[in-house]
């Protein structure tokens, strides 16, 4: 069963994450999306209106909901008609906040990625509910997640990006099994390991031993680079190879632990086209 969950704010950075997972799933084989509406008020907007909050009454919330109701009936329409027909659409309202909400349909009904827009923080005003929270979804999700940028339109994935500190090549075993959404795709996978130090020299050949155990079945080949700023020669490699998608490893090994544990926002506003695929 391969399953993907998308939150939807019906933002514009939610509903760009949502055009981009339309088209990836005409690529990949997917059985179920889930598309989940965080419906949460908190008490504070229930009892204390602010001069930029009014109060709803439970008719008007009746109402509300009614609307997310038809909103997301409507983007179902929309996803059967321009993929699989076949293709089971579950809508989901939560009365939780979205991490709660979402950590919950996790452990339900056990998706196989989770799909979330991030906002361009350069030049979009206004903030999506979602992409407020992408640091905190992408941080203590436990299944993969796919961060897809404001600005990113999808392209078939025929190359990744796959950075990795060389004296951890063991987390690369992550990339193995059917439930892993790189293997859906199965790209080219470029392995980029950073070392402005020459480290690697030393054990080249080791290197590239485990590699080719780790990597057993994809076509892959290995570029160093000696960028002294990680992320910035990450995000440089990925726009002069033309990749379609940057996979990052979890863990304080991979050279995205500060990308994405620490700064993910600002590294985000970098790069507005690449969408990345966090493993778990």
């Not at 059985?31 to 229930?46: G, M, N, R």
């Not at 299944?143 to 500190?165: E, F, G, N, Q």
């Not at 000696?226 to 090994?253: C, H, M, S, W």
Request: charge should be negative; hydrophobic fraction near 40%.
């Amino acid at each position: 069963m391969k399953t993907i969950l998308i939150p939807v704010d019906f933002s514009d950075t939610s509903t760009n994450a949502l055009k981009y997972a339309t088209e990836l799933i005409k690529d990949i084989p997917v059985e179920k999306i889930i598309l989940l509406k965080s419906f949460y008020k908190s008490v504070y907007e229930q009892l204390l209106p602010s001069a930029d909050f009014i109060q709803l009454s439970t008719e008007d919330i009746w109402l509300e909901r009614n609307e997310v109701n038809e909103q997301l009936r409507s983007l179902t329409d929309s996803i059967l008609k321009k993929c699989n027909p076949t293709i089971a659409i579950q809508t989901v309202i939560s009365e939780l906040p979205l991490l709660r909400a979402i950590h919950q349909l996790i452990a339900e009904k056990n998706p196989d990625l989770l799909i979330v827009g991030s906002d361009n923080c350069i030049v979009q005003l206004k903030e999506s509910y979602i992409g407020q929270q992408v640091i905190g979804i992408a941080k203590t999700s436990p299944v993969p997640v796919l961060i897809v940028p404001a600005d990113a339109s999808y392209r078939t994935i025929k190359r990744a990006l796959v950075p990795c500190d060389f004296s951890a090549v063991s987390r690369l075993s992550l990339l193995q099994g059917k439930n892993n959404p790189i293997d859906w795709a199965h790209p080219k996978l470029m392995v980029l390991n950073i070392d402005p130090q020459l480290k690697h020299l030393s054990h080249e050949n080791d290197h590239i031993t485990s590699l080719k155990d780790q990597l057993a079945g994809y076509d892959f080949e290995i570029y160093y680079t000696g960028d002294e700023k990680v992320v910035d020669g990450i995000l440089k490699f990925a726009r002069a190879n033309d990749v379609q998608l940057i996979t990052a490893l979890p863990g304080k090994y991979s050279f995205f632990y500060k990308f994405t544990h620490r700064s993910t926002t600002d590294a985000l506003a970098k790069d507005s086209n690449h969408p990345i695929l966090i493993l778990k």
